[in-house]
């Protein structure tokens, strides 16, 4: 069974055609890149199979799980951090990720013991009992990645993790993604606007330009 798969998915803004007929298949335990322009589909298509948004046609699944009629099934087996974290700057980090984890259905105990491991995993630190006011832009990142963390997901979607981070953030994001890619086996979906990102961390990458890929393959094949 593949982990994501997209066939003939498209997606209409009135006139606007942003998504038009990306056929996909993502293996488990893969990280698969998503390379393209701002405005070339991305994240668009991104919020589809995170459930966000509903196809205007065409199919996908993801968990094995139908996005438009098996909403709820494919949100309890994801991960998501999008460009723009919603992140509420009174809270603590630590308040955050109890919150996350209640609202997964978490049991006090496993939240505990979940939430040392992504505060662990993505190096916040003692910072984690601060006010996310108080927050770097790079460490409201690595929160938002933690808390898409703390359910363990099968599935990680990744929107432009890096974009606007200065280089040593952006070098623990990479270092981060390659850790749970490898530790734990999580299949990564990671769009980015970067060459050498999708370079980096990808086993393979599609190329999206006007809603439609152009070219996929391993990041050796399409160089």
Not at 48 to 73: E, H, I, N, R, W
Not at 141 to 151: C, E, Y
Not at 181 to 189: D, K, S, V
Request: with cysteine; net charge negative; glycine share 10%.
């Amino acid at each position: 069974m593949t982990a994501i798969e997209a066939v003939a998915l498209r997606r209409n803004f009135g006139t606007n055609e942003a998504v038009a007929g990306v056929d996909l298949a993502v293996q488990p335990g893969e990280v698969y890149g998503f390379l393209g322009p701002n405005g070339a589909g991305k994240s668009t298509t991104v919020k589809m199979l995170c459930t966000l948004l509903t196809p205007t046609s065409g199919t996908a699944t993801v968990a094995g799980f139908d996005v438009a009629k098996q909403a709820g099934d494919v949100r309890l087996r994801i991960g998501v951090a999008l460009q723009d974290a919603s992140i509420d700057g009174k809270q603590t980090g630590r308040e955050l990720l109890d919150m996350q984890g209640r609202l997964y259905g978490l049991r006090p105990d496993d939240i505990a013991a979940r939430m040392t491991d992504v505060i662990d995993l993505v190096d916040i630190g003692t910072a984690i009992d601060d006010r996310v006011d108080s927050y770097s832009g790079g460490m409201k990142r690595r929160l938002d990645l933690a808390m898409s963390l703390i359910h363990r997901p099968e599935i990680l979607f990744l929107d432009e993790p890096t974009t606007g981070l200065d280089p040593t953030s952006r070098a623990a994001v990479w270092t981060e993604v390659r850790r749970l890619n490898r530790e734990f086996g999580m299949t990564i979906f990671l769009t980015t606007q970067y060459l050498e990102e999708a370079d980096e961390l990808a086993n393979r990458v599609a190329i999206i330009d006007r809603g439609r890929i152009m070219a996929e393959g391993t990041p050796a094949e399409l160089k």
